[in-house]
């Protein structure tokens, strides 16, 4: 079954304590992305990546990190979390970025 | 960056009663999609119309794109409660990536 699987659905956490948030999909897509999604906001893009080891910055990049050393995986991380960045994130692939995109089921994270 | 706009930003209906929702957008694109969330899940693409087409259908979904007025429309025909969802457009304004708009969150009820 074609899918994007996240991981972990949920996470409370604290301040400064690194976390990464896993993303893999199983569709050999070029194109991976994250999202995050605030109430009133809509999803904004956060980091998008074309290929291995090509990633390039979306709307709201600070203060998280990505990397692509494989097709398949593309983990989010977060090196010091605040409570700003507490929201629903997802990930998503997709052929070419132009084109329709898989989303995850979404990682709720909260953010003390 | 630039985002479609989707309006209304909340519908609700009856059953059996068609949803028609519009989203607008402001640079030129090489195709327009939309999208289903159902609450607190990933989206999921519905359908995908290109800027050389103006219609486009799929089951009870109906999608015009007017690339004149930089605008489309989504029409659910005969809304049954499992409709129930937010709906977003999707633009590559940017080039390499899709623009979502905020949604429209449609409530159906039986």
């Known amino acids: 079954e074609a899918q994007v699987t996240q991981n972990p659905r949920y996470l409370i956490t604290v301040t400064g304590k690194k976390l990464t948030v896993t993303c893999s999909q199983n569709m050999n897509h070029e194109y991976m992305s994250w999202y995050r999604q605030d109430p009133g906001l809509g999803l904004r893009q956060i980091y998008y990546?074309?290929?291995?080891?090509?990633?390039d910055k979306g709307d709201v990049p600070e203060g998280y990190k990505v990397s692509r050393k494989e097709k398949r995986n593309f983990p989010l991380i977060l090196e010091s979390p605040s409570p700003n960045q507490t929201s629903l994130y997802f990930c998503a692939s997709g052929e070419q970025g132009r084109q329709p995109q898989h989303f995850g089921d979404g990682t709720r994270l909260s953010i003390l | 960056s630039q985002q479609g706009e989707e309006d209304p930003q909340a519908l609700s209906i009856q059953e059996g009663e068609n949803a028609t929702m519009n989203c607008s957008y402001k640079t030129s694109i090489n195709n327009l999609q939309w999208y289903r969330q159902n609450s607190g899940r990933g989206l999921v693409h519905l359908i995908l119309?290109?800027?050389?087409?103006r219609e486009k259908h799929s089951g009870r979904l109906r999608v015009t794109l007017d690339t004149s007025k930089k605008s489309s429309s989504l029409l659910i025909t005969a809304s049954r409660a499992a409709d129930t969802a937010s709906y977003f457009c999707?633009?590559?304004?940017?080039?390499?990536?899709?623009?979502f708009g905020k949604g429209t969150t449609l409530s159906v009820s039986s």
């Open positions: 990546s074309m290929n291995v080891e090509v990633t």
């Open positions: 999707a633009t590559d304004q940017a080039g390499t990536a899709l623009i």
């Open positions: 119309i290109r800027s050389n087409e």
